[in-house]
């Protein structure tokens, strides 16, 4: 089994900053892809971000490149998704998968085998 727990959501104005963590433990590799999914109010989940078990390959959504940064930390088991310039639009459930590998196809259809159970981001006006 594979656990990921998610912190780091909360209530936060628009333009400013939120650092989400998800660490994994179980029978996970440090080999393994990580990366986050978010769920608006209404809406279908959808992808944002994915790192490479080196952290030398990333793939972000349209939406939040240029303010938001994956990164991982493999000695802690450990993913990070670094959220600058919030807008009100990122409001959502922001969701923690893995995958034994980074495969665009399967990341950007959400197609992955484990889940956190996600944190909560809300982005005042």
């Known amino acids: 089994q594979v656990q990921l727990v998610e912190s780091g959501g909360g209530l936060v104005q628009a333009g400013g900053s939120l650092r989400l963590s998800c660490a994994a433990s179980?029978?996970?590799?440090?080999?393994?892809?990580m990366g986050w999914f978010r769920q608006a109010p209404g809406k279908e989940r959808e992808f944002v971000a994915a790192i490479n078990w080196s952290g030398g390959t990333t793939y972000y959504a349209d939406s939040v490149k240029g303010r938001f940064t994956i990164s991982r930390d493999n000695a802690k088991n450990t993913v990070y998704l670094r959220m600058n310039s919030l807008e009100t639009e990122d409001t959502a459930v922001y969701y923690c998968a893995a995958d034994t590998r980074l495969d665009s196809s399967r990341w950007f259809r959400g197609i992955m085998p484990y889940w956190g159970k996600g944190t909560l981001v809300t982005v005042s006006s």
């Open positions: 179980g029978r996970i590799s440090s080999s393994y892809a």
